[in-house]
């Protein structure tokens, strides 16, 4: 009985799988993100490129912002699934 208990708490750090992944993601997400924010930013001031209308910017900008949140929500998810299984994170307070 004592050795499924301790099998059981071990299947805890299963856990780990979808933190790292969900980890990953969300920095791949980050970087893109940050990547296209620094393109259509230098295409917006310089002008390089094709002639974007009010209509396509506001869309540029949607999806870049879509990036990161969907990114925020990956790397929280990420935290949580770490602090639910594994261990509390020791985060600032505020």
Request: cysteine-free; charged content about 15%.
């Amino acid at each position: 009985m004592i050795r499924l208990v301790k099998i059981i708490a071990g299947m805890r750090f299963f856990a780990l799988i979808p933190f790292i992944g969900l980890a990953i993601a969300a920095d791949v997400l980050f970087i893109k993100g940050g990547l296209d924010l620094g393109h259509f930013l230098w295409e917006l001031v310089f002008g390089i490129g094709e002639a974007d209308t009010q209509g396509n910017i506001i869309v540029d900008l949607v999806e870049i912002v879509h990036l990161f949140l969907v990114g925020t929500v990956l790397f929280l998810t990420s935290l949580g699934i770490y602090e639910l299984f594994i261990q509390p994170l020791p985060l600032p307070h505020g």
